[in-house]
């Protein structure tokens, strides 16, 4: 279980780094991340990610 | 059994790593564009594409019948309102196509200026086909999209305008 754990975290962390940078591109240069991916879902996506986090890491 | 898990922790943690990167790479490679032009051949029967988003409003134009190889879409009402990615600055576009009228309408195709104003041309029909271009000095382009307009100021119920699926935008620096 505290490899799964690790595995979500890591995946958490990389994905929100990720949006971070995508978000930067999109501010920089409109329209060239939206194109292809939608930050919004993007960003639901990453709240659920965290909270499933939270559940399994009690 | 301690190495195991920090292998498959380590696996997992770089193959985050590489997913991330390959997205990231993949969205700035489809950013830059180095060629002289871009050309888009229009698919009306998707009206949203990641490049071309348009015609739109949709209920003004219906997909009927096909002429050779190509179907024609009705206009019903105007106007309708394209946008056209644009990844860089160019210079010139140049927008050709087919266009059946069942009598000589008054058809212009616009493009959105900086100054909130549209350029307008009104297109010159031989044989069923139009060529224009359009100067994009001083075009709008807003989250690098050109707005392009198609007006028809004296459709009437009566009209029918069928455009053909066969346009084609060249964009040129």
């Known amino acids: ?58 | 059994m301690m190495i195991n898990k920090s292998i498959i922790i380590q696996f997992f943690r770089y193959l985050w790593i590489a997913l991330g990167l390959a997205l990231i790479l993949f969205v700035v490679s489809q950013s830059l564009y180095t060629k002289r032009s871009l050309e888009y051949n229009l698919n009306f029967s998707e009206t949203n594409t990641k490049d071309i988003r348009g015609w739109y409003p949709e209920q003004r134009i219906r997909g009927s019948s096909s002429v050779g190889v190509n179907n024609t879409f009705n206009i019903i009402g105007e106007p309708l309102y394209m946008k056209v990615y644009t990844p860089i600055n160019f210079e010139v576009m140049d927008i050709s196509g087919g266009i059946l009228s069942s009598k000589e309408e008054d058809i212009r195709i616009g493009l959105k200026q900086d100054d909130g104003s549209c350029d307008f041309k009104k297109l010159e029909i031989i044989d069923n086909n139009f060529n224009t271009s359009f100067a994009l000095e001083d075009a709008q382009v807003r989250n690098n999209q050109l707005e392009v307009i198609l007006s028809m100021p004296s459709i009437t119920s009566s009209s029918s305008v069928r455009l053909v699926d066969n346009w084609k935008i060249v964009l040129s620096r």
Not at chain 1, 5 to 26: N, P, S
Not at chain 1, 34 to 57: A, G, P
């Open chain 1, 1 to 58: 279980m505290k490899i799964f754990i690790t595995i979500v975290k890591d995946f958490f962390k990389t994905a929100l780094i990720v949006w971070l940078l995508l978000v930067f591109f999109e501010l920089v240069n409109p329209g060239m991340v939206q194109r292809f991916v939608n930050l919004e879902i993007y960003l639901y996506f990453l709240v659920l990610v965290y909270i499933f986090n939270k559940i399994i890491d009690r």
